[in-house]
């Protein structure tokens, strides 16, 4: 069932912004238009587009009439559609209130709404995608054809969405352009240094560029918009300056082109939200475990948990850090694996990824995120486990997260499993911790002298300990002299009048300096 809320999402906020959604949720069936002082024939279900209803006197009524007739919405444009008596009668009648934007047409809205309500009805949200793109590259020859050059439809990033046919008539920036899928930094550093982006943010009808000297040719671009918003661009590879009608018809097709842009965008936001809430489910062990892992395609095998964050080691620049965690949502989602799950959950991006060598497995993704060039991404998977129990999943990866943050475990990526022998000593100094340990005896006295006289007498004792009857491994693992080392444990006999030659107590200086050191 498609509601009213579920139709805000898909066509998004650059044409719709809900002002009222009514509590009971209703299915949308149909699409009709109201004209102020004539008659409608509207049923339940239908959305109601208040074309020319600019008033609140005029709105008014209709609201009431909506809810009468069981409609499940009315669209205005302001100001009528946050008036304040139109909000209060909208209440009363139990009706959703959602406002057009400005500078957004009526017909277009029909054919996006309509675009919507058909393929919620018929399509599954993936064959839904498919056809979005596969009719842009279709949209995308037409357009060709309108302006009798090869064309590329790009988003607001400047990259690709879709191209026509004839690019063998381009040139090598059209032809790295495709082959990359964006604008290379080179090309795109000229256009811009030309003023064309900045042409592109005013909202000009077309941008000509002429020939550059470097041998890429003539460009025509047309910016494509919708309620104000710039949704990306046509550029076109032309021999010379293109005659005013076909350079208009070309123009004219950007609102076309806008409307294809939205329905794309709106049928992956609907897919990411439903497919992102599905997620956390699992994480969270919430609702039905057997409904999410179906929606999610996942087989009968265990998955694990992969924790990632990409603030890092003390980094505080968290804008810097939601840019990666967005980059990497797109990277992981766009084929890295099998596309893997992906939730953000508490600022850290999580992946659920089968628990298989090869293409798709938590092997692919590991080696796909170690070969990422960034120290802000840590990197911590759980270990294997039923669908139903992946919060066990999840807090094993935190943990490990945890590992990786303290620098107690190298690199940036570590394995629960693999990691057994450290989360041991952790889980037993956070225990230690709590139960007093680190108190007893004259080890206290020991970390008194070094934060009063800057010496290391804990670190050597430690290293001592872990190296035993191995001098220059230890004195190796502190990078001084093994004569340094020898010489630092008389001074801690001396200052201590430990027995080192006990094992007991050395058992018992380990526990303590682990409790110590590894909180």
């Known amino acids: 069932m498609l509601t009213v809320q579920g139709v805000l999402d898909r066509v998004g906020p650059t044409l719709l912004r809900a002002v009222h959604v009514a509590p009971t949720p209703v299915a949308v069936n149909?699409?009709?238009?109201?004209?102020?002082?004539?008659?409608?024939?509207?049923?339940?279900?239908?959305?109601?587009?208040?074309?020319?209803?600019?008033?609140?006197?005029d709105a008014a009524p209709l609201v009431r009439q909506c809810g009468e007739r069981g409609a499940a919405a009315l669209l205005l444009k302001p100001p009528a559609a946050s008036a304040a008596s139109v909000v209060a009668a909208a209440r009363q009648a139990g009706v959703s209130l959602a406002e057009v934007r400005s500078g957004t047409g009526w017909a277009q809205l029909v054919w996006l709404l309509r675009t919507v309500l058909d393929a919620?009805?018929?399509?599954?949200d993936a064959g839904e995608d498919e056809g979005a793109l596969s009719d842009l590259f279709q949209l995308a020859d037409a357009v060709a054809a309108v302006v009798d050059a090869p064309v590329t439809i790009e988003d607001a990033n400047s990259r690709v969405l879709a191209y026509s046919a004839r690019q063998e008539l381009t040139d090598p920036a059209r032809v790295a352009t495709i082959m990359g899928r964006r604008i290379p930094d080179d090309v795109l550093a000229?256009?811009?240094?030309?003023?064309?982006?900045?042409?592109?943010?005013?909202?000009?009808?077309?941008?000509?560029?002429?020939?550059?000297?470097?041998?890429?040719?003539?460009?025509?671009?047309?910016?494509?918009r919708m309620g104000g918003e710039l949704l990306g661009s046509m550029w076109a590879v032309v021999p010379d300056r293109v005659p005013e009608a076909r350079a208009a018809a070309f123009a004219d097709a950007g609102s076309v082109v806008a409307l294809h842009l939205l329905r794309r965008r709106a049928a992956v936001n609907a897919q990411r939200r439903h497919s992102t809430e599905q997620v956390r489910a699992l994480l969270e062990g919430r609702g039905s475990t057997r409904v999410a892992a179906a929606e999610l395609g996942f087989a009968d095998?265990?998955?694990?948990?992969?924790?990632?964050?990409?603030?890092?080691?003390?980094?505080?620049?968290?804008?810097?850090?939601?840019?990666?965690?967005?980059?990497?949502?797109?990277?992981?989602?766009?084929?890295?694996?099998?596309?893997?799950?992906?939730?953000?959950?508490n600022r850290l991006l999580y992946a659920i990824v089968p628990d298989e060598p090869g293409t798709g497995g938590w092997s692919a993704l590991r080696a796909a995120l170690s070969e990422l060039d960034t120290e802000q991404l840590l990197v911590a998977a759980g270990a294997p486990a039923p669908i139903a129990e992946l919060p066990t999943s999840r807090e094993q990866a935190q943990e490990t997260l945890g590992l990786l943050r303290a620098g107690l475990v190298a690199g940036r990526v570590a394995d629960y499993q693999q990691e057994w022998a450290v989360l041991a000593l952790h889980r037993a100094a956070n225990a230690a911790s709590a139960a007093g340990v680190t108190e007893l005896g004259p080890l206290s006295g020991l970390r008194?002298?070094?934060?009063?006289?800057?010496?290391?007498?804990?670190?050597?004792?430690?290293?001592?300990?872990?190296?035993?009857?191995?001098?220059?491994?230890?004195?190796?693992?502190?990078?001084?002299?093994?004569?340094?080392?020898?010489?630092?444990?008389?001074?801690i006999v001396e200052i201590t009048g430990f027995d080192l030659d006990d094992p007991d107590l050395r058992l018992a200086l380990l526990v303590q300096l682990v409790a110590m050191l590894w909180r």
């Open 301 to 345: 095998v265990p998955y694990r948990v992969v924790a990632i964050d990409t603030v890092g080691k003390g980094t505080e620049d968290e804008l810097a850090a939601e840019g990666l965690r967005l980059a990497l949502w797109e990277r992981l989602t766009a084929g890295v694996g099998r596309r893997p799950a992906v939730a953000e959950l």
């Open 30 to 57: 149909d699409v009709v238009i109201a004209e102020a002082g004539r008659k409608i024939g509207f049923a339940t279900g239908d959305l109601v587009l208040g074309v020319a209803v600019s008033s609140a006197r």
């Open 190 to 224: 000229r256009f811009r240094s030309r003023g064309v982006f900045r042409e592109l943010s005013r909202g000009r009808t077309t941008i000509f560029v002429p020939a550059q000297r470097d041998g890429t040719l003539p460009r025509l671009i047309v910016p494509i």
């Open 448 to 491: 008194a002298q070094d934060e009063e006289n800057g010496t290391d007498y804990l670190g050597t004792l430690y290293a001592w300990l872990r190296h035993p009857g191995d001098p220059r491994a230890a004195g190796k693992a502190l990078s001084i002299h093994p004569n340094t080392l020898r010489y630092r444990m008389r001074r």
């Open 120 to 124: 919620a009805s018929e399509e599954s």
